[in-house]
């Protein structure tokens, strides 16, 4: 994994509107290196001094070898962008689009672990390592470098917990959102172990929801493999109960009684927490305080 400030990146879609191009400058103003952008039929031109090419192989001939691509693209695009982009050699990929069809995802995470490649998200903010790097869209304002890796399944979770802990006098040393969809690249543990690996973490923080299988692997593979102290929080464990009102409610109250019908409960994932004994804070503002309390005793 390259995450450095020198690491090359392209950024595809950089002219698909306005959004996708204000993100990539937003990059490159934060020091990210952004080397190139890829919009069909736009290739020759410059968006503030970033060239821009029609496809990834020209990009990665004009520039050489590129490390992490940041994707831009519409839903149904992003599978063949980020096909494009590993065969051009790039091994680490960040989509920031969200609503990626599944089966598009399920061809994705197939080849990229026949490539070996690091996939984040769909439908996430990227990774931004305070100070040094920003691949994505996350708001740079509310991190500040320090020892504590972020992981989140929740984009608006992860700032509102970098906020908590900048205010705590608690510095980041990485923050990455894996992701929103049903479907995502990669998962919790990728994320932990790269993290356990980090010379500059010294604690986690896990941001689960109550959703999907992820968190009870995540306690699992916590309690057996990672050494650094892991603090987690569960969004969803408040969702009031009762009759569902409109199209939409309906449909989270079915998928919720599927859930329950498996296991898949808040309550089944804050037990997961305790055996694997990870405090649990039950709101975002008890983070920092938990922290302290595990770096103290560490």
């Known amino acids: ?79 063949d962008a980020a096909l494009e982009a590993i065969a051009g050699g790039i ?74 802990l900048t205010e705590a006098g608690l510095g980041q040393s990485m923050a990455v959102c894996i992701g929103c969809d049903a479907i995502v690249g990669s998962s919790f543990m990728q994320w932990l172990q790269l993290l356990d690996e980090d010379d500059s973490t010294e604690a986690m923080v896990l941001i689960g929801e109550v959703g999907g299988w992820s968190e009870q692997a995540a306690a699992s593979y916590i309690a057996s493999a990672i050494d650094k102290p892991v603090v987690a929080y569960l969004a969803g464990r408040y969702a009031p109960k009762g009759p569902s009102l409109g199209h939409a409610g309906i449909l989270i109250s079915s998928r919720a009684a599927a859930q329950k019908a498996f296991g898949v409960t808040a309550p089944n994932k804050m037990a997961a927490f305790e055996e694997a004994d990870i405090p649990v804070a039950a709101r975002p503002s008890e983070i920092p305080k938990l922290l302290k309390k595990l770096l103290k005793k560490n």
């Open 91 to 164: 091994r680490q990929i960040a989509i920031v689009t969200g609503g990626v069809p599944p089966l598009d995802m399920v061809r994705l995470v197939r080849k990229a672990e026949a490539t070996e490649t690091l996939v984040i998200g769909p439908n996430s903010p990227g990774i931004i390592v305070p100070d040094k790097l920003l691949l994505g869209t996350h708001p740079k304002e509310f991190y500040t470098p320090g020892p504590v890796g972020v992981i989140s399944r929740s984009s608006t979770l992860t700032y509102e917990v970098a906020l908590e």
């Open 1 to 79: 994994m390259n995450l450095t400030p020198e690491s090359k990146v392209l950024v595809q879609g950089i002219t698909e509107s306005p959004a996708s191009t204000r993100a990539a400058l937003m990059m490159k103003a934060y020091g990210t290196n952004v080397v190139a952008g890829v919009s069909p039929g736009r290739g020759g031109l410059e968006v503030e001094g970033i060239p821009i090419f029609d496809l990834v192989e020209q990009a990665v001939a004009a520039v050489g070898h590129v490390d992490t691509a940041v994707i831009l693209v519409d839903a149904y695009s992003v599978l």
